[in-house]
C-alpha cells in the first residue's frame, strides 16, 4: 500500500519542476517586467496544479516524463499553437477554436500515453526541441538572403555616373506646377531644365511602403510580398532591392527614410530604416482616443479634440505617456500570451513624465514647468527643446509645447539612436552620427492630430522639425558622395493628409473661412520646405551625380475622410549625366524606376521585373544585360505589425 502511494507521487517533483522551468523559459522568451510577470507565473503555476493532479490519478510516470510533459504541455505546445493560428488564420474563428482544442486534446492524450513508455519521454524531447526550434530556423536570414553575387557585373562603362534617388512621398504635379510657374520651387526647377520630367503612374493600393517596395524592385505587390499596412515590414519582401543589388555589385551604398524598410536587412551598404515601425508605449485603454499615437494634452479644464487630455488644477502631475509593449524577444511565441497582450488581458508597466507646473497654465504670460530633470519656461506657441527621460530602461525623449489656448501638449515618447529597443540601422553604423546632437526620431506625431483645432499649428510644426532632423541625416550621409544614395521626404505627404481641405476648401463643405486663412499655405509651404532641404542635398552630393526625383503617387481631396487622399499620378524628374534634356512630358509607370536606374549604373536587369528600362530617358542607346531573375526568398507566411505600430498607423489615417 505503501509502495502504490510512493509510485502515485513518485513523478510529482518532476511536474512541479516542469511548471516552473516553462514559466521561467516563457519570462525570458517574452520582454515582461513587474505585475505581469506574477500574472504569468500564477497562470502557469494553475496550470502545473492541474496537470499535477491528472498525474496523481493515472499513477504512472517518472520525474523526468513529468518534466517533459510539462515542457510539451506548457512550452511546446503554446508555440506550436502560434504557428497553428497562422496556418488557419484565413477559417471561421468557429472552425480554429475546434480545430486548436481537438489538437490539444490529442496532444495531451498522446503525451500522457506515451510517458508509460520512456520512449515517450525521448518522443516528447524531441517535440519540445522541434517547436522551439522551428520559428528560430524559419525566421528571415540577415545578411544577403538571397545569395546575391554581382560582383563581376561591369559597372565601368555605364550611362549613369553616381545615382541619387530621392523621393518626395506624395508629390503631385497639381501642386507643383502652379508654384514652379511662380518661381517658387528653384531647386526642382533646375533640375528640370536639366533633365527630363513626367507623370509617374501608380498602383492601387497607393499604400506608401507598398507602392516604395514597388518602386525600388521592379516588382509588383505579389511578387515583392509587400501587399498592405499590416504586413509593411522589410521581412515579408521576398526579392532583392535596388540598394542591395547595388551593393552586391560592389558600388558605395546609403539608404535613408525609405518607407517599408523596417526592420533593417543588412546588405552591402548603410540603410537606415523608414517608418512603419514600433514604438516605445501602447495605450493606455480602449478607444479612438487613447489608440493613437498622437501625443497628449495636459490642460486646467476639459476639451473638445481627437488628442487624449489628462485634466487638472494640481501642480504636481504623473503626465501618462502609454504602457510598454509587451513583445518576445525571439521568434518563439506563445499562441495565450500573444491573445492575452493582444486583448490587452495583460498590460505592460505604465510610463509617465513628471511634470511640476509653478504656474497655472491658464496664466497669459511665461509659465515656469519642471520636467524631466529640466526647468523649462514657456510662453504660447512655444516649443521646449527634446527632453531625455529613462522610460523602460531605455532612453527616450520627448518634446513640450505651450498651446495657444494655454495647455501644455508632450509628445509621444520616441527611442534615441543610443541604444534603441528596435535598431533601425543596419549593423556596424551609428545611428548618434545622423545628426549634431539632435536625437534621430524616424516617425513623429500621426497628423490626424490635425483633425483637432488646438493642434493645428502644433502639428505642422512638430512634423517640419522631424523633416528637417531627416533632411540634415541625409545631408551629412550625402556628403561621402556615395556610388549610389537614396533618401525619402514625406513631409509633403504628411501635410496634404491632415492639411488638404484648407488648402482646396471649395471640394469640402463648411470649412470655416479663419482656418483657411490659418491654414490654406500648410501644403505650399511643406512643398517650399522640401525645396530648400533638396537645394542642400544637392550641394551634398555633388555636380556629377545623376539624379531621380520620384513620388509613390499624388494628392486629391478624400470627401470620405475628410482628409487628403490619393490619386494615382505621381511625379518622376531626372537629370545629370546621361539623362536626356527635354521639355515634354513623359508618362512612365512605377515599375520603370528600378529597371531603368539598372540598365543605366550598367547592372543586369531581370527579365520577371514588372516593365523594361525605358530608353527615352537615356542619352544615347544603353546595352541592356538580362538575367532570368535575380531570385525569390521563400516565405512560409508574412509577418505582420505590431500593436504599436497598428497605433502609429491609426494616428497617421491608413488603417482604422
Known amino acids: 500500500m505503501g509502495g502504490a502511494r510512493t509510485t502515485r507521487f513518485r513523478g510529482l517533483p518532476g511536474v512541479a519542476a516542469g511548471t516552473i522551468l516553462a514559466a521561467l523559459l516563457w519570462l525570458i522568451l517574452y520582454d515582461i517586467s513587474g505585475t505581469t510577470m506574477a500574472v504569468v507565473l500564477g497562470g502557469h503555476l ?5 496537470l499535477g493532479v491528472i498525474w496523481w490519478l493515472l499513477s504512472s510516470g517518472s520525474s523526468v516524463g513529468g518534466v517533459l510533459l510539462c515542457l510539451a504541455l506548457l512550452l511546446a505546445l503554446p508555440a506550436a499553437g502560434t504557428a497553428a493560428v497562422s496556418g488557419l488564420a484565413g477559417l471561421p474563428r468557429l472552425i480554429q477554436m475546434a480545430a486548436l482544442t481537438g489538437a490539444a486534446a490529442l496532444a495531451t492524450g498522446l503525451a500522457l500515453a506515451l510517458l508509460r513508455w520512456r520512449i515517450g519521454m525521448l518522443v516528447i524531447g524531441l517535440a519540445t526541441a522541434a517547436a522551439l526550434a522551428w520559428p528560430v530556423l524559419s525566421s528571415d536570414t540577415v545578411g544577403n538572403p538571397l545569395h546575391l553575387d554581382l560582383s563581376a557585373a561591369e559597372t565601368r562603362d555605364r550611362s549613369f555616373g553616381r545615382v541619387a534617388v530621392l523621393g518626395i512621398d506624395g508629390a503631385d504635379w497639381q501642386v507643383l506646377d502652379p508654384m514652379l510657374e511662380a518661381g517658387e520651387l528653384p531647386a526642382l526647377a533646375g533640375l528640370m531644365r536639366r533633365g527630363t520630367h513626367a507623370v509617374l503612374r501608380s498602383i492601387e493600393p497607393s499604400y506608401s511602403p507598398v ?18 499596412w499590416y504586413s509593411a ?43 512603419p515601425m514600433p514604438q516605445l508605449t501602447v495605450s493606455e485603454a480602449d478607444g479612438a482616443a487613447s489608440g493613437q499615437f498622437l501625443g497628449r494634452i495636459l490642460a486646467p479644464t476639459a476639451r473638445d479634440g481627437l488628442v487624449p487630455t489628462t485634466v487638472t488644477d494640481r501642480t504636481q502631475i504623473q503626465l501618462p505617456l502609454g504602457r510598454k509593449q509587451i513583445l518576445a524577444r525571439t521568434p518563439v511565441r506563445h499562441v495565450l500570451l500573444e491573445a492575452a497582450i493582444r486583448n490587452r488581458w495583460l498590460r505592460g508597466a505604465e510610463g509617465r513624465l513628471p511634470i511640476v507646473l509653478h504656474d497655472p497654465l491658464n496664466t497669459a504670460g511665461a509659465v515656469e514647468i519642471e520636467a524631466a530633470g529640466r526647468s523649462l519656461r514657456l510662453t504660447r506657441g512655444e516649443w521646449s527643446e527634446w527632453l531625455y ?3 523602460f530602461g531605455r532612453p527616450a525623449v520627448v518634446r513640450l509645447r505651450r498651446l495657444e489656448s494655454g495647455a501644455l501638449y508632450a509628445t509621444p515618447p520616441f527611442q534615441t539612436g543610443r541604444t534603441p529597443r528596435y535598431p533601425f540601422t543596419t549593423r556596424g553604423f551609428s545611428a548618434p552620427t545622423l545628426t549634431d546632437g539632435t536625437p534621430y526620431v524616424v516617425e513623429g506625431v500621426g497628423w490626424k492630430a490635425a483633425s483637432d483645432p488646438d493642434m493645428r499649428t502644433a502639428i505642422y510644426e512638430h512634423l517640419q522639425h522631424v523633416e528637417r532632423i531627416h533632411s540634415d541625416a541625409a545631408r551629412r550621409l550625402a556628403e561621402a558622395q556615395p556610388d549610389v544614395f537614396l533618401y525619402v521626404h514625406t513631409l509633403t505627404d504628411r501635410i496634404q493628409h491632415g492639411f488638404w481641405p484648407y488648402h482646396e476648401p471649395q471640394a469640402f463643405e463648411d470649412i470655416p473661412e479663419a482656418q483657411v486663412l490659418l491654414h490654406g499655405e500648410r501644403v505650399r509651404n511643406a512643398y517650399r520646405f522640401v525645396d530648400r532641404e533638396l537645394a542642400k542635398i544637392l550641394t551634398a552630393l555633388g555636380d556629377d551625380v545623376t539624379v531621380f526625383l520620384v513620388s509613390d503617387h499624388g494628392a486629391a481631396p478624400d470627401l470620405e475622410s475628410g482628409f487628403g487622399g490619393h490619386r494615382l499620378d505621381g511625379v518622376l524628374v531626372a537629370a545629370g549625366p546621361g ?14 524606376v528600378a529597371p531603368t536606374l539598372l540598365a543605366g549604373l550598367g547592372l543586369p536587369v531581370a527579365r520577371d521585373m514588372a516593365s523594361r528600362p525605358r530608353s527615352e530617358l537615356f542619352t544615347s542607346r544603353v546595352a541592356v544585360r538580362w538575367v532570368d531573375s535575380f531570385g525569390h526568398e521563400a516565405k512560409a507566411t508574412a509577418r505582420y505589425i505590431d500593436r504599436s505600430t497598428e497605433e502609429q498607423l491609426r494616428a497617421l489615417g491608413y488603417v482604422e
Open 579 to 592: 539623362v536626356r534634356q527635354q521639355s515634354e512630358r513623359l508618362d512612365l509607370s512605377i515599375y520603370d
Open 389 to 391: 527621460l529613462e522610460l
Open 211 to 228: 507602392v516604395w517596395n514597388s518602386i525600388f524592385t521592379g516588382m509588383t505587390p505579389e511578387q515583392h510580398g509587400i501587399r498592405g
Open 46 to 50: 494553475a496550470a502545473g496544479l492541474i
Open 233 to 275: 515590414l522589410a521581412q515579408n519582401r521576398r526579392v532583392p532591392a535596388l540598394w542591395e543589388l547595388a551593393g552586391a555589385a560592389g558600388l558605395r551604398t546609403t539608404v535613408l527614410n525609405v518607407p517599408g524598410t523596417w526592420p533593417p536587412r543588412d546588405f552591402a551598404g548603410t540603410l537606415v530604416s523608414g517608418f
